[in-house]
Nanobody, 123 residues
Framework: HVQLVESGGGSVQAGGSLRLSCAVS?????MAWFRQVPDKEREGVAI???????SYADSVQGRFTISKDRAENILYLQMNSLKPEDTAMYYC?????????????????????WGKGTQVTVS
């Protein structure tokens, strides 16, 4: 049974920081963070493959960092220099369609397993 549970969301002033966590029940998969606002497409934020190779959306490059603690089975998203446009529901996602490899482009429909989300509000 695959479970993804996000935490760490909340409200923060512009320029501040938050760290999101995703407790996972599986490992050696492609894992990613997405975000979504009402009535908009779900947007890819960051991705990490089973070997720890990462990539980021241009909109968060240099401000966000995705990482994982394999011993604790936790996926992190460190978010610095937050902007009002970062306000969204943030989701942890995972899949193993390519045996732990990730797609070249962050596309939500590729991922089959999702957490319920954690809200981030920047004002």
């Amino acid at each position: 049974h695959v479970q993804l549970v996000e935490s760490g969301g909340g409200s923060v002033q512009a320029g501040g920081s938050l760290r999101l966590s995703c407790a996972v029940s599986t490992w050696n998969w492609c894992m990613a963070w997405f975000r979504q606002v009402p009535d908009k497409e779900r947007e890819g934020v960051a991705i990490i493959d089973s070997h720890g190779v990462t990539s980021y959306a241009d909109s968060v490059q240099g401000r966000f960092t995705i990482s994982k603690d394999r011993a604790e089975n936790i996926l992190y998203l460190q978010m610095n220099s937050l902007k009002p446009e970062d306000t969204a529901m943030y989701y942890c996602a995972a899949d193993r369609k390519m045996g732990g490899d990730c797609p070249q482009v962050l596309v939500a429909r590729w991922f089959g397993y999702w957490g319920k989300g954690t809200q981030v509000t920047v004002s």
